[in-house]
């Protein structure tokens, strides 16, 4: 049973500035897949950022620029920096790993506000 736990989570102002981390229970570079996802109130599920074992990083395009993922495989640790935060990206952020031969696992969630 593989296990993801974040933190990192919590109230910014806008323009502010949070990383997010997502320690997972077993080597990250076994994962074809891992990333971060976010969901506010009343919405679904969106991606925010991911990144392969084959190197390949993809980002929601309003996040492009202000946020960077990053991991560190000796730690299997995964990372979100969320620069100059935005009111709309408040939302449960959630830590996500994908292997092909078992499929998706998911963190608690942690929260995210961004507000004056």
């Known amino acids: 049973q593989v296990q993801l736990v974040e933190s990192g989570g919590g109230l910014v102002q806008p323009g502010g500035s949070l990383r997010l981390s997502c320690e997972a229970s077993?080597?990250?570079?076994?994962?074809?897949?891992m990333g971060w996802y976010r969901q506010a109130p009343g919405k679904e599920r969106e991606l925010v950022a991911t990144f392969t074992t084959a190197g390949t990083t993809n980002y929601k395009a309003s996040v492009k620029g202000r946020f960077t993922i990053s991991a560190d495989n000796a730690k299997n640790m995964v990372y979100l920096q969320m620069n100059s935060l935005k009111r709309e990206d408040t939302a449960a952020y959630y830590c996500n790993a994908y292997s092909g031969l078992t499929g998706d696992y998911w963190g608690q969630g942690t929260q995210v506000t961004v507000s004056s």
């Open positions: 077993r080597s990250i570079i076994s994962f074809n897949r």
